[in-house]
């Protein structure tokens, strides 16, 4: 028998980007297909990671730079849960009084190539030596290096719509940046993909490609109504 929800109303914490903002309402559209009466009020919330947006994120030194505010408001009760990009949540520690409370089907978890719009090049084999590849991601950095040594990379923050309006300005100087395939999709802009990495070549984060919902781990309402994403 399914679950009943005892509350008519949850609050749902999100950070504030485009990308963020659909990936909540995909998963408030297949809750409502299993609690079509449940009401869910979106709350949206600027994290560390949004708010700086010079420093590049190994630099920080924070853990959960990206969910740490949204993780205070849970523990506050000012939400009821919030939706991650799971590659987002720090793999060995969450507070210890929250949960996952599900994990949902995983897309497209490798790594993709988006060249700037103003080059003619296709690929990163393409491009000529000492071009700049946009990235804050040590991970990535690390393992292209092994295969592209011609190449530069260079430091590039903010949301996906910020990244893409730096790549397609020629005076910051970025040739190319590297961002999930997962994201570019939910965005509806497979189009601008020049090329996805195989993970032979750069194995991807944890958790890519996953949304996962956090909540309080005594909230059994929410961790029961939540379960059937799993």
Request: net charge neutral; glycine share 6%; proline share 5%.
């Amino acid at each position: 028998m399914q679950y009943i929800p005892s509350r008519s109303n949850y609050k749902v914490g999100t950070r504030q980007s485009e990308l963020a903002l659909i990936q909540t309402e995909s998963v408030i559209g297949q809750l409502k297909k299993f609690y079509p009466h449940v009401e869910y009020e979106v709350i949206k919330i600027k994290t560390i990671g949004d708010k700086n947006l010079l420093t590049p994120l190994a630099n920080i030194g924070d853990k959960g730079l990206f969910t740490k505010e949204l993780e205070i408001e849970l523990d506050q009760k000012s939400i009821d849960f919030v939706i991650h990009s799971l590659k987002d949540v720090p793999s060995t520690t969450l507070p210890p009084n929250m949960v996952i409370g599900a994990i949902l089907e995983r897309a497209d978890p490798r790594d993709a190539v988006i060249i700037a719009p103003w080059r003619q090049e296709k690929s990163l084999h393409e491009l000529p030596a000492g071009s700049a590849i946009g990235t804050s991601s040590t991970r990535r950095i690390a393992q292209l290096k092994l295969s592209y040594p011609k190449l530069t990379f260079k430091n590039i923050r903010g949301n996906m719509n910020t990244r893409w309006e730096k790549l397609s300005n020629p005076e910051l100087g970025y040739d190319a940046m590297i961002a999930a395939v997962a994201g570019f999709q939910r965005l509806n802009w497979a189009d601008r993909i020049s090329e996805i990495i195989e993970p032979d070549r750069v194995l991807y984060a944890i958790g890519q490609g996953a949304l996962g919902i956090e909540c309080r781990h005594d909230d059994n309402d929410t961790i029961r109504m939540l379960s059937v994403l799993n």
